[in-house]
């Protein structure tokens, strides 16, 4: 399977360097386009190549990681997702200069994913700060925890077993309204928390 990845910043980058080192293709893009990217896949490695957001959606298993207030433009004119599973990375925050976006009420992820429409969605790959994500999560003894949430139980499968390939410890939380609601950042009781399960 090959990982689209819209979104080739910090976050986004940080989970092609996991997927690289483990031999996993992926589609790495941006809104400047894949020329803007070439030097970084070269230095990235393994299966990753550059490729327009368009390349990316269309793969079967999406992560999305843009700044909150460009993620309506960086979704949209792209076709139904079509029962794709799209990994919702992102956190509500605009920053500079790091506000908390409006949601009326609403979990960001359910703001999400009415941007994506068809999709699964599973909300995973957000709680800790990017570094960590890119740093080797067998460490310390164990491995680095991280969380998942949502309501598809096939798409959070596939996920769960994605987090578990490129080395961390994957632990489902459940729902949105229960796990996501832990990992949301800021406010969640997990948010960048930091866990290693002991080997
Ligand atoms: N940084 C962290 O430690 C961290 C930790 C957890 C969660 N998060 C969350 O992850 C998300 C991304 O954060 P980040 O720090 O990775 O941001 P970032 O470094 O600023 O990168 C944002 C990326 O989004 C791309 N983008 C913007 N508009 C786009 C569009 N219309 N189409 C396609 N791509 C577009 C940018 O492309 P261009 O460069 O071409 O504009 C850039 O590659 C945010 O929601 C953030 O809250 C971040």
New binding site residues.
Partial sequence: MTIGI?????????LARRLAKTGIPAIL?????PD?LFDLVAEIGGAVRAGT?QDAAAQDLVL?????P??S????GLPDCGGRIVVD?????I?PPFQLAELHGRLSTEVFADLVPGARVVKA?????????AADPQTAGGRRVLFLAGSNVAAKAEVGSLIERLGFHGIDLGLLTEGGRAIS?PGGALAIENLIRLD
Avoid at 6 to 14: M, N, V
Avoid at 73 to 76: C, D, I
Avoid at 125 to 131: E, I, S
Wanted: charged share 10%; hydrophobic share 50%; no cysteine.
């Fill in positions: 819209i979104g080739a910043g910090s976050i986004g980058t940080a893009s941006n809104r400047r386009g803007s957001r999305v990681a843009v700044n909150w460009k993620l433009a960086a979704l949209s990375a992102n956190n509500p925050i920053a790959f957000n709680h800790l700060p990017a570094a960590l994500l950042i």
